[in-house]
């Protein structure tokens, strides 16, 4: 059974400090990791993919990604109000023939004015 | 601006009525999933298809659910008969399947409530 295992939060940070989302994952084969969003009410949105150990920079988002550790994270730099949602950690097989995801419960993070 | 595109958006129906979602993937995309969201489950995978053929459904209750792909632009879920526990919102996502790009791009749900 794979699984992915997320902090169901809620995570509250002040307007401007950096949130920092974590996940960690079961199967060891995994390739392909991703980061969505998903605002109330709303579809997950895409957000962050990462396929490499190390990190990935876009804007104020960086994924972390250590796969001996199992572990992959997201940091959002300078949060706003707006990144208050819930954010998805998937993990896939990439390359595999019976590729699908498998997602974390997400953790709620709530940036406070 | 290419988006995966669902209707209804809102289905609110009596137990054992059928019920009808349908998809249209993202123009190019050859796979498509369907998947569940609750409060307590969290996201399911239901079913996905591959350049139209079923690769997996084994997350679908198979006496009550199935799932078609009719053709590139159409994928649908019905529910026959459905329950009061497939309230739920109902996603389908789609992506262009290949080694070191597989993400998913999702459709705005079906919200599914059943009486």
């Known amino acids: 059974q794979k699984e992915v295992e997320q902090n169901s939060g809620p995570l509250s940070v002040p307007e401007g400090a950096i949130a920092s989302l974590n996940c960690t994952y079961s199967?060891?084969?995994?390739?392909?990791f991703f980061w969505y969003r998903q605002y109330s009410g709303k579809s997950p949105e895409l957000i962050m993919s990462?396929?490499?150990?190390g990190d990935k920079e876009d804007g104020r988002f960086t994924a972390q990604l250590n796969k001996a550790s199992q572990y992959v994270s997201l940091l959002i730099r300078d949060s706003q109000p707006s990144d208050s949602a819930t954010y998805l950690c998937?993990?896939?097989?990439?390359?595999?023939?019976?590729?699908?995801?498998?997602f974390g419960k997400g953790t709620l993070l709530t940036v406070n004015p | 601006d290419a988006r995966v595109t669902q209707t209804p958006r809102h289905k609110v129906t009596e137990m054992g009525q059928e019920v009808t979602m349908r998809c249209q993937p993202i123009l190019g995309h050859n796979t498509v999933f369907w998947y569940r969201q609750t409060m307590m489950q969290g996201l399911e995978l239901l079913a996905y298809?591959?350049?139209?053929?079923?690769?997996?459904d084994s997350g679908m209750p198979k006496d009550r659910f199935s799932a078609e792909m009719p053709d590139a632009t159409l994928a649908t879920l019905k529910i026959q008969p459905s329950e009061p526990r497939d309230s739920a919102v109902y996603f389908c996502a789609s992506g262009f399947f290949r080694t070191g790009d597989d993400e998913q791009y999702f459709g705005p749900g079906t919200r599914l409530t059943v009486t």
């Open positions: 990462i396929y490499s150990n």
């Open positions: 298809f591959r350049n139209r053929a079923p690769l997996d």
């Open positions: 998937a993990v896939g097989n990439s390359g595999g023939s019976n590729y699908k995801l498998t």
């Open positions: 199967d060891r084969v995994s390739q392909s």
